[in-house]
């Protein structure tokens, strides 16, 4: 039985922020207990269509999951660690629009201040990590201070465009806040969090709106990456460089880790720069090799990919057999299979959709779901994007949908909530 809340509750709130800080624990489990407790505790009696959309196609992807592994012997513990992984985003969805549909726009507040309280944890264990092991490569400033946060670049850009998002606040705390950010942004050197703030902001922009006007600044803003891209590369950082160098090595070789077809296993240079490329091709081999079936509906909850070797893990040990991957579209393969990969695409399509409308706040905040559907278009290539254990935007576009919907009832002056956009 679930509690009643007002919108005056404090413990919502806390259970908001919770839910974000106790990924940096980087413990799964705990994650999954956390977010499943919120979750059931804030279940709500009515869902709008519109919710229940995307967690009928999350839901259906585990179905797949499900019914292809009832023709493969799989661990148990593996098979349950997927249940629990693939669960992930529809927990983390729940939890945000929960939330939300019972504190209401004031939500809001509570979500800004907790990637700042995010950013300023961030900050703080880089200092004391820096006096306590002496931090002097890029290697190491990640290693302790974490590889991504994509929570705290989408509250910069919610500070940055506060106009927009009609965010009430003092200037002087709103500039405080997005140098605290940036800060903490740039700390973690994370390609995909440069591409996300990027994407976010020409997309609040409007320029993923399309006309021969954005058609033109896309242009140019493509020639001026690739220019970027040239310099970088003609520069020839070197692969054992240090600190900005180290850095501009993994610009250097990104357009291609992920994308390679052939890569040869003997050279480790070659092996570890894309090591990414080696799972994609690894997985297509092994699930194709088991006919069409298995390529229809994949392998199955449990199933795993042999990389041939142990390899060394960020979670420190070493493993053959990798039940999930670091590209998205590839592990919902290896589970569901092509249709797998088809609910994730639609999953996209329709974060990405929307109505057109007068009301400036909602056509921001439409545009900022637009960002957001393509900027998991390119997480989910590269960093499993909503199933990564350590994700949290599950939870903030739980939260962006359920804000949406109290905004388009309250501009219609309904007493209840559409059920479309």
């Known amino acids: 039985m ?86 992930k985003p529809m927990l983390g969805l729940a939890v945000g629009y929960n939330i939300c549909k019972i504190i209401g726009k004031d939500l809001f507040r509570t979500v800004i201040l907790t990637g700042v309280l995010l950013a300023t944890i961030h900050i703080a264990t880089i200092l ?15 290693h302790y201070g974490g590889y991504f946060n994509d929570y705290e670049i989408y509250t910069l850009v919610l500070l940055i465009f506060a106009k927009q998002f009609e965010i009430k606040i003092k200037p002087q705390t709103r500039m405080l806040f997005i140098v605290l950010l940036s800060v903490s942004a740039f700390l973690y050197l994370a390609r995909t969090n440069m591409i996300q703030f990027v994407v976010l902001v020409m997309a609040i922009k409007g320029y993923f709106i399309l006309n021969v006007r954005n058609v033109k600044y896309l242009l140019v803003a493509t020639s001026l990456v690739v220019t970027a891209y040239a310099a970088i590369y003609y520069s020839n950082p070197s692969r054992k460089g240090e600190g900005l160098e180290a850095f501009l090595y993994k610009i250097k070789i990104a357009p291609i880790e992920s994308f390679k077809t052939k890569i040869n296993e003997e050279d480790w240079k070659d092996f570890n720069d894309n090591y990414r490329s080696f799972e994609n091709i ?140």
């Open 2 to 87: 679930t509690l009643q809340f007002t919108p005056n509750s404090f413990l919502p709130k806390l259970l908001y922020v919770l839910c974000i800080i106790v990924l940096l624990l980087n413990s799964y489990e705990t994650t999954f207990v956390v977010w499943g407790f919120t979750a059931f505790i804030t279940l709500r009696k009515k869902y709008s269509v519109s919710f229940l959309r995307f967690q009928i196609l999350l839901g259906l992807l585990i179905a797949v999951a499900l019914f292809s592994a009832q023709f493969t012997d799989h661990k148990s513990y593996v098979y349950f660690k997927d249940i629990s992984y693939l669960l």
């Open 128 to 142: 004391i990590c820096f006096f306590i092991f002496k931090i002097t490569t890029m290697h190491l400033l990640r």
């Open 282 to 421: 690894i997985t297509v081999r092994q699930v194709t090799d088991r006919g069409f079936p298995t390529i229809l509906i994949g392998k199955g909850m449990g199933s795993t990919i042999d990389l041939g070797r142990e390899m060394w893990t960020n979670d420190q040990e070493f493993i053959r057999y990798v039940p999930e991957l670091h590209n998205t579209y590839m592990t919902m393969y290896l589970k569901a299979g092509l249709i797998g990969v088809l609910l994730t695409l639609i999953f996209i399509y329709y974060l990405s959709k929307s109505k057109p409308t007068n009301n400036q706040l909602i056509h921001h905040i439409n545009l900022l779901f637009m960002g957001s559907a393509l900027f998991l278009i390119v997480s989910n290539w590269v960093f499993l994007g909503l199933y990564l254990k350590l994700d949290n935007k599950s939870i903030f576009l739980g939260f962006l949908i359920a804000y949406r919907e109290i905004l388009i009832a309250e501009n219609a002056k309904l007493p209840s909530i559409p059920n479309e956009y």
